[in-house]
């Protein structure tokens, strides 16, 4: 976007609204922001998001493993905080959107 003027420097976002022609693009492609330099500063798109994803349920997996063997380790009753109480909860809720999207791909 070499025809953006410079702005000081703000708290506030900068909001871009795309129209239909631009949207359509957006979602078929990627979007990066470069600096003036030509050094990648941001990017934005399918791919990523895509990407984003795969980690997430990946990083999941693993958590539930490791809860898993840590239950495994557990002889007696355990007083669990109630921080870690809603931790695993969470951790809980995702696992079982994430089984609801694959239930639904099926």
């Known amino acids: 976007m ?4 410079s702005l000081p420097v703000s708290s506030n976002p900068c909001i871009i609204k795309l129209d239909q022609f631009q949207y359509t693009f957006y979602q078929q492609s990627r979007l990066e922001i ?3 330099e030509g050094e990648c500063l941001a ?4 791919e990523l998001t895509r990407i984003a994803e ?3 349920i990946f990083q999941l997996c693993d958590q539930a493993c490791l809860l898993e063997v840590l239950f495994d380790q557990v002889q007696d009753d355990v007083k669990i905080p109630q921080q870690a109480f809603t931790s695993l909860a969470d951790m809980m809720g995702k696992i079982n959107v994430h089984l609801k ?3 639904a791909k099926t």
Not at 2 to 5: A, E, F, L, R, S
Not at 43 to 46: K, L, M, T, V, Y
Request: charged share 30%; proline share 6%; net charge negative.
């Open 34 to 36: 470069h600096s003036p």
């Open 43 to 46: 990017q934005i798109g399918e």
């Open 101 to 103: 999207k694959q239930i």
């Open 2 to 5: 070499d025809n953006v003027t």
């Open 54 to 56: 795969e980690d997430a």
